[in-house]
């Protein structure tokens, strides 16, 4: 019999852990029983919870429970997400060497924090008592803190124990949770002993907030310190909603939550006006995104998205209240309202509000219409580096500090001529502090004029992005062959592709331009095309080539915007000449 222990003397019954291969699991799926699953089951862990479900918005969390334990031999697990899969979550447990331990396996299985359970003193480890047993991380300060406390009719404040060590877990690994045990199989660490009120707390409780023996008084389901200490008195009941958040005191007390604040309750208690259920299953976990979050880029805000049931990461799906086939988060971006029906031009640009919304271009701009685009920066470089349009002012670097060695820069009347050579001692340009394309969620279009004077390992005609592992990219060779080039984007995906653009004959000056259209893609991704043509070409042409990449503009941290210059250590600075 697992069910029907008695407990200590003021909580009533008790679970018996009395087998190795026992164990309480949550029946998270409502299927009726537990499935904690294994590594060739689909979903894979049908019982499965995120780690961020059990942590408040700034990853703390508490684990408590009451033990009565025959001995501290073998490791035995008080509560457990641990699974057979390969990224798995926490153990919380005792173990063979007296010590009571926290191991988040996903973020090192060699590491855990641990404290001597003590063995002298008034909470000294008695065979088959009863003591409150606790772990605390503090998601603010890092740290992690456990408390160990015989049980007594005196107890009001935890024992902390001296910690070493601190694992705050990661809020996306998803595992089972079991009472007593662990979900590996064949499981062997069962508890062994009694355990009872069991709490997981999304805060990290002080030493006074635990639970160590019955102060219900009024027995209306309420700590009697809990209610002193919210209400000045015992007069609430279990069941009362005194801020009207639709949450019970008894929901509030359990989720550590202010009852007489709306906006502090368990469904969200990051209180940014989202639930968290809905931000879980979604994101993964509460701290991902903000009410005021726009993680598709299509102008509609989370809290717009969940208001009327759209989908907040797909881009192709945005709320229209007023059904005039525009998007509400559009309107109220550009109009604070929604009183448009797209059938005026509100910037007299010749472009019907309408038009403008399906072009994403800027309804109140009229130098920016659904045909025409609005410049933003420009760089002429006719004996200036300034930006004649946008006030960004671009830089000759020569990273080694040192003309004498690799290529050198210089601004002429009419150019920036770059000498190329090793990327470590040769000059390059920087178009200002960076963040030329980031958090946009409009087109943009990158237009250069500039001529590869030889060919150099590699050499890029321009590269944006933070550095090897972040950036977008045309280069003019590919290696150090003249008919070959690549185009790449490397973010959270990676798109390329080879020998598009090539060959820019040397010393012969282009015409390049790429543009980037957000959701244009299939599925509503980013859709890159370039061109290139010899400038003394009547007509640019049609795009050399183009890709759809999940990869966007939103999420780009080009703090590094160079021309000449690859993110990549081991590629050669241009040899090259940037007319504009």
């Not at 049980?151 to 910690?163: D, F, I, K, P, R």
């Not at 009872?196 to 700590?223: K, M, Q, V």
């Not at 992005?465 to 490397?490: C, H, I, K, N, P």
């Amino acid at each position: 019999t697992v069910l029907g222990a008695s407990s200590h003397a003021s909580f009533g019954k008790a679970a018996t852990i009395g087998s190795a291969a026992y164990g309480l699991g949550l029946d998270a799926n409502g299927s009726g029983g537990f499935q904690p699953g294994n590594t060739t089951t689909t979903p894979a862990l049908p019982d499965g919870i995120a780690h961020s479900s059990l942590t408040g918005t700034n990853g703390s969390f508490t684990l408590e429970a009451l033990v009565n334990l025959p001995g501290l031999a073998g490791k035995r697990e008080i509560i457990s997400t641990d699974s057979t899969q390969t990224n798995r979550a926490f153990q919380f447990y005792t173990d063979v060497d007296g010590a009571v331990k926290f191991n988040f396996i996903a973020t090192g299985a060699g590491t855990s924090a641990s404290a001597d359970i003590p063995s002298t003193g008034p909470h000294a480890f008695v065979a088959n008592e009863w003591f409150h047993v606790a772990y605390v991380h503090d998601g603010a300060t890092g740290t992690s803190l456990f408390y160990w406390t015989r049980l007594a009719s005196t107890s009001t404040v935890a024992n902390a124990l001296a910690t070493t060590g601190t694992e705050p877990g990661t809020g996306t690994v998803t595992g089972p949770l079991v009472i007593g045990n662990e979900a590996r199989g064949p499981s062997g660490e069962g508890l062994l002993g009694l355990i009872d009120e069991i709490r997981i707390s999304r805060t990290a409780r002080a030493a006074t907030a635990f639970l160590f023996s019955n102060d219900d008084t009024d027995t209306d389901g309420l700590s009697d310190a809990w209610e002193r200490h919210h209400f000045e008195n015992l007069d609430e009941t279990g069941t009362d909603d005194p801020d009207h958040d639709g949450y019970d005191n008894e929901a509030e007390e359990t989720a550590g939550t202010d009852p007489e604040d709306a906006a502090s309750n368990p469904g969200d208690l990051d209180a940014d006006g989202l639930p968290d259920v809905w931000e879980i299953a979604i994101f993964g976990n509460t701290a991902a995104q903000s009410a005021d979050g726009d993680p598709d880029g299509d102008f509609s805000l989370n809290l717009l998205e969940f208001t009327h049931g759209t989908d907040p990461v797909d881009p192709l799906v945005w709320p229209d209240t007023d059904n005039d086939r525009m998007n509400d988060g559009w309107e109220l971006l550009h109009f604070t309202g929604l009183g448009h029906d797209g059938s005026a031009d509100s910037d007299l640009d010749g472009s019907t509000d309408k038009q403008e919304h399906d072009a994403n271009s800027d309804p109140n701009e009229p130098a920016w219409s659904a045909t025409r685009a609005a410049l933003d920066h420009r760089w002429n470089f006719n004996g200036s580096l300034n930006d004649s349009v946008g006030g960004v002012t671009a830089t000759i670097v020569d990273p080694d500090a040192n003309p004498a060695a690799g290529g050198t820069g210089a601004l002429t009347s009419t150019e920036v001529v770059l000498g190329g050579g090793a990327r470590a001692t040769s000059a390059y340009l920087q178009l200002g502090p960076g963040g030329l394309l980031a958090g946009r969620k409009t087109p943009v279009t990158i237009e250069l004029w500039a001529t590869q004077t030889a060919v150099q390992n590699w050499a890029r005609i321009f590269d944006f992005g933070s550095g090897a592992t972040e950036y977008l990219f045309m280069s003019w060779t590919r290696g150090t062959t003249l008919g070959q080039d690549q185009v790449r984007w490397l973010d959270s995906s990676n798109m390329q592709a080879d020998d598009k653009g090539a060959p820019y004959t040397t010393g012969v000056p282009w015409h390049i331009v790429m543009t980037l259209e957000p959701c244009a893609g299939a599925g509503g991704t980013t859709r890159v095309s370039w061109h290139a043509a010899r400038s003394d070409s009547p007509l640019l042409g049609g795009a050399r080539w183009s890709f759809d990449t999940r990869n966007t503009m939103l999420f780009l941290n080009d703090t590094l915007n160079l021309l000449g210059r690859s993110q990549y250590p081991a590629d050669n600075t241009a040899s090259a000449k940037y007319d504009e």
